[in-house]
Structure formats: C-alpha cells, structure tokens
C-alpha cells in the first residue's frame, strides 16, 4: 500500500514549484508578494513533514505573518515603475535564459537521487509523540549554537543602528511641540502690550 | 544532555568589543557636537584595549571554544592586531575629513566599530556559519558607511550596488555552504576537512558546492569578472569610508580564504586550486590595463585593488605553507600602502573639494616636498618597485606560485605588474615634472600628517628590512 506521504509531498511541492516562479514572473507586484507568502505556506508544510514543526510554524507566524504583510504594505505604498523595471527583459532574455537553464540542468544532475536519494542519505529519523522539537531546537540554539546565536544578535544591534543613522533626520522646519517649554511660558513671552498714540479719524 | 561551559578567554577581544561598542552607543547619545571627540578617543581606546586582549590571550597551538565554532591561533592573533592598527589609522586620517563634511558623528564609530567586530569573528570562525554571520556583520556596517552621506546621490548609488551585488555573493556563498553541509555533513571546518580526506575528493557534491563558494568568495573580494562594484563603491563613498574598505576588510578576506579553502576544503585544493588561477589572472589582466584609462585617482586605485587581490591569490594558490604566508605578508603589506595613498587624497582634500584626479596631484613636489616624497614612496611600493617593501610582498607570492612549477602564472603576473606601473608612474610625473594647478598649502591636522609620515617611511623600512614581518608571517603558517 503506498502511503499518503509521497502524495502529500509531489502535492506540495508542485505548488510550492509553481508559486515560486510566479513571484518572479507574473506582472503585479501585490500578485508576486501574495505567491510568496504561498510559497512560504507549502514550504512550511513540507517542513512540517519533516518533523521540523517549530520552525514551520516560525515560518508561518515571522514570514507570513509579519514580513510579507509588511512588504505588502511597503509595495502598496510606492508608486512602482513598472514598464521601467520590464526594461531590457527581452534584450537580456537569450543570455540570461541560456545561464538559467544550464544552472538548471547541472543542479539535476548533481542534486538527483544518486546523491541524495534515500538510499544515499537514509530515511529521515521518525520520533515518538512525546519528542519535542521546539525544546531540541532550544537545547542546541542556547548551548552548542550560542556563539553564533550572540552573533546574530549583534547582526540585528547593527542592523538597527544602521537603518536609524540612514533613515533619522532632524528637519530644520519640522514644527514640534516641547510640553516642558509649554509649561514654563510666562504671559512676557505671548503678549506684548504696546503704547501707541490714539488714531484721530482722518 | 550534558553541556559544558565554554571556555570564554580566547573570545575576550570579541567580548570586549561588543561591550565597548554598546558603551560607545549610549555614550555618543549624551554628548553634543562640540565633544564629539570623546567618542572619538573612546573608540581608539576601544581598538587598543582590543589589541591589549588579544596579545593577552595569544595562544602558540590553536585554541577551540564554543563547541569548536571559535578558534584561536598565531595567524588569528597576527591578522587581527593589523586589522585593529589599520582600523586605528583610519579613524586618525579621517577625522578632519569628517569634520569638514558634517560626517563626523557616533555613527561613524559605531558602525566602523561593528565592522572590525565582524571582521574578528570571521578571522576566529571554524565554522561556515561563523565566517558567514562575520561576513554580514562586516558587510551590512560597510554599506551603511558607505551610504552615510546621505544627501550625496552618487554615495546612495553606491552603497545600493555593494547591498545588491553583495546580497546576490551571500547567496551564492550560502547555497555553497548548504551544498556543503549536505555532502559531509557538518558545518565545522575541522570535521569537514577530515571528511574530505576520507573520502574521494571527486565527489560531485562537493564539487559542485566549490564553484557557489569560490564565486562567493571572489564576489566578495572583488576579484574578475565579479569586480564591477568596486570602481563603483570606491569612488561614490565618502574618502574617509573608502580608506577602510580598501584596507581592514582585505585582511579579514585573506583570513575567510585561508579559514575556508584553505583550512575547511584544504583536500580539494586541486579543484580550488585551477579556479583560483582564472580568477586571479583575470584579475590581474584586467585591473592593470583598465587602472590606465583612469582619471579619477580613487577608480584607479580601485583597479589597482583588483589586480593586487589578484596577486594576493597567488600565494593561495600555490597551495603550500610559504604560499600562504606570502600570501598574508601581501595582503598586510597592500593595507599598508592602501591606507598611505587613499590617506593622500584625503590630506590633499579640504572643505568643499575632493583631490581624488590626478589632475589635483599635479605639482605636489611644490606644495609638499615631503608628503609628494611619501607618495612616491607609496606608489613605487604597489607598483613593486625595489627597495620598497611591495616589491619583497610581489617576490614572496611569485616565488611561492614558481615553486611549484607554474611559471607561465608568474610571467604573466609580472609582464601585467610591468604594465600596471605606467599608471603608477604617471602618478609620480604630475607630481615631480608637472606645475601646480592649485598652490593651496597642504593643511591637515598634526596627529595625521605624523602617521602619514610614520606610514610611508615603514613602506621604506619594511622594504630595506622585510625579514621580520616574513618570518613573523612564517611562524605563524601551520
């Protein structure tokens, strides 16, 4: 009897396949955010398969949930070019198409089942029900990984600094209210009673 | 599972210098612009207390820590003693710079502190994802400084080619080091050494994982025909930013080569070995003959960078322990001379204008009898010019590629070197044959004009006495 695994996964990755190239290929940029995220979907499932289901579900929450929608956001708000980002596409077609297609036919033959076929690599390990996946994730990040894990978190300090030194900018005419300054107004500094001669009626 | 506490003494200059970067952070916050040299003073103080540490902790055999991700050697300790000099010398070349263009802020400490950080962990890494997550600290600090003049469109233009192009090399790298992982394994340079060695090294996995690495690599260094950033790059950041990408971060390549190809896929060195030979005579061809049709001093140089990241993987090549400590006396010797001459254009410059042509070099035997004396120096040594020490760095790298039997490698490398000093020379000529366009007085602060001396007389020095820095760079070659 064949099992329902293989099934689920040619289901999968077909979609996930045909999702992926259409992030690159189809003309509206929302179209092309939205395939992602269903890229993102079947990729999470196929992990999930995998017995990889923390980092599944990461990827739903992180990616789907919090960066495509920023991204979403990001490419409804500009104005994009679009025939100017089509510029070129069929002058740089043959050449680039050529380099594709042999990219893709030496990752055939190199990522086919004589390499990492299932007799090559053996089948993936199957653990009991009460195995945790989130708390194996956590014993290694937090132990064997915590160099790399500290790393990283520099990499964000950076990333952070980084984007506020390139982005912040104290506008000269920017008009600001300072509460402190507010406060301490004393009535010399809004009113000024000015002496004047009375006006005779011409 | 049992777990042991690693051994945290051989990282303390990395731990120091995230601490001090932090410091240097909050800091900068609670100081005005007048005492903006505080954190100024703080980050050179940083970069010695690191320097301090790391003699420290030195250690003869090599020393692993964290789960064996982290190593500590005589090269690690060598490399990163001249990445915190160099890094030092930039921050005293480009503060008056700085100043003048509004630039001078915590950001720029911050950032260039970061980077050094990034730097050092990819010159400890023994781990591919160690030397990647170095790889992009480095690389993200870079491109912030590189786009930190924000109102400068030509800066902004930049820094957007060296994110894109540099985006595209992490992948490449990464799918290499997944293609990696898949065929040994593992991720620890070590135990991926050791799986080569056992195995056959025509596996095609493996091979096939080389090319993504290699190409990464040769991205990131700028080397042919991945070189189209780094006239770009070069010439639209800020001088000041400029002087360090093209002196610091070279080292720290020279230490992600030695770590990957040479330390992690050592075994495969007869397949690196033959990709490495094309991209470094390309690299050589090309920055030499396209270096000439410059105008601009800071795209010259910039060829000029290409074609010496050429020779410096000559001695990668030879694949032999006098190739690879030629190779290190070669890398530190060009981030000698870099930080010399890109440090020129910036003494020449002054509010409001740029000396990066030749034309602004013209006549500087009147202006400055000495400093002209000094880029003479300068540009004799990258040319390879006896006494100078460049030639000693080119000697070392070209005996080292001969010994092994490819002299046609060598030939070639010094019929284009023949080639490449036209445009050195013609550097030489406005400045001595050439009268003075602009007979401004050279100014410059007085800490800058005694390190610019002290830089282009150890060009000199190092060139009549080069056998201590070899055999420094000898004994610490496995």
Same mark, same amino acid.
């Given at each position: ?202 | ?385 006896? +006494?100078?020490? $460049?030639? #000693?760095?080119?000697? /070392? =790298?070209? *005996? !080292?590629?001969?010994? &092994?039997? %490819? ?33 401004? +007085?050279?100014? $410059?602060? #007085?800490?800058?004009? /005694? =390190?610019? *001396? !002290?830089?282009?007389? &150890?060009? %000199? ?18």
């Amino acid at each position: 009897m064949m099992s329902i695994e293989p099934v689920l996964f040619y289901i999968f990755s077909t979609i996930l396949v045909i999702a992926a190239a259409a992030v690159v290929t189809v003309r509206n940029p929302v179209y092309a955010a939205l395939c992602l995220v269903l890229a993102f979907f079947t990729c999470a499932a196929i992990w999930l398969m995998l017995e990889a289901e923390f980092l599944a579900l990461v990827l739903i929450l992180v990616y789907v949930g919090a960066v495509m929608v920023l991204f979403l956001f990001v490419i409804m708000m500009l104005d994009i070019n679009l025939a100017r980002s089509k510029e070129g596409f069929i002058k740089y077609l043959p050449a680039g198409g050529f380099v594709a297609l042999l990219i893709f036919i030496e990752m055939c033959i190199v990522l086919g089942p004589e390499n990492f076929g299932i007799e090559v690599t053996g089948e993936p390990l199957k653990h009991a029900a009460d195995y945790s996946n989130t708390k194996e994730l956590g014993v290694t990040l937090y132990t064997q990984y915590v160099y790399p894990f500290e790393i990283a978190g520099a990499l964000l300090l950076l990333a952070i600094v980084a984007a506020i030194a390139l982005t912040m900018r104290k506008r000269p005419d920017s008009k600001y209210q300072d509460p402190a300054m507010q406060v301490a107004v004393r009535r010399e500094d809004r009113v000024r009673i000015v002496k004047m001669a009375t006006e005779k009626k011409q | 599972m049992a777990f042991e506490i690693p051994n945290f003494t051989p990282a303390l200059p990395e731990i120091f210098l995230l601490t001090m970067i932090c410091v240097v952070l909050v800091v900068d916050l609670f100081l005005t612009d007048k005492n903006r040299s505080i954190t100024y003073l703080l980050s050179q103080a940083t970069l010695l207390g690191a320097a301090v540490l790391t003699v420290v902790v030195q250690s003869a055999v090599p020393e692993y820590t964290f789960s064996g991700m982290f190593v500590n050697d005589g090269m690690g300790t060598v490399l990163k003693l001249f990445i915190y000099l160099s890094t030092a010398v930039v921050f005293i070349y480009s503060r008056e710079y700085l100043m003048e263009r509004n630039l001078f802020k915590g950001e720029f400490f911050v950032l260039a502190l970061f980077s050094v950080l990034g730097m050092m962990v990819m010159v400890s890494a023994n781990n591919l994802l160690t030397i990647y997550l170095g790889l992009e600290v480095l690389s993200l600090a870079l491109v912030a400084l590189v786009a930190l003049n924000r109102d400068s469109s030509i800066s902004s233009e930049a820094a957007m080619k060296y994110f894109v192009l540099g985006a595209i090399a992490s992948g490449m790298l990464l799918y290499g080091m997944s293609m990696l992982y898949g065929a040994t394994g593992s991720l620890d340079h070590t135990e991926i050494a050791s799986f080569i060695e056992q195995g056959s090294t025509d596996d095609i996995v493996l091979k096939f994982a080389l090319v993504f690495i290699v190409i990464g690599l040769a991205f990131k260094l700028g080397a042919v025909p991945f070189h189209m950033w780094v006239p770009d790059v070069y010439e639209g950041a800020p001088t000041a930013i400029t002087l360090f990408i093209s002196s610091a971060p070279k080292i720290a390549a020279f230490a992600m080569l030695m770590r990957l190809l040479v330390e992690g896929l050592g075994g495969l060195l007869v397949h690196w070995q033959d990709m490495l030979i094309i991209i470094a005579v390309l690299s050589i061809i090309a920055g030499n003959v396209i270096a000439i049709a410059q105008t601009n001093l800071k795209r010259m140089l910039a060829y000029s960078t290409i074609s010496h990241v050429g020779f410096l993987m000559l001695g990668i090549i030879a694949g032999t322990s006098d190739g690879y400590s030629a190779g290190m006396f070669y890398v530190i010797v060009y981030a000698l001379m870099s930080l010399a001459a890109f440090g020129m254009i910036i003494l020449l410059s002054r509010s409001g204008f740029e000396a990066d042509t030749l034309e602004d070099f013209k006549g500087l035997n009147q202006r400055s009898p000495w400093f002209a004396f000094m880029m003479l120096i300068t540009m004799f040594s990258m040319a390879g010019v006896p +006494p100078t020490v $460049g030639f #000693y760095a080119k000697l /070392a =790298v070209l *005996s !080292a590629v001969v010994e &092994i039997g %490819l002299v046609w490698l060598a030939v070639l490398a010094v019929v284009f070197s023949v080639i490449g000093a036209f445009y050195y020379l013609r550097v030489i000529k406005f400045m001595y044959f050439d009268k003075a366009v602009d007979t401004t +007085p050279i100014s $410059g602060a #007085y800490d800058m004009r /005694a =390190v610019m *001396s !002290a830089n282009g007389v &150890i060009i %000199l020095l190092l060139g009549i006495y080069p056998t201590g820095l070899i055999a420094l760079c000898v004994s610490v070659m496995p």
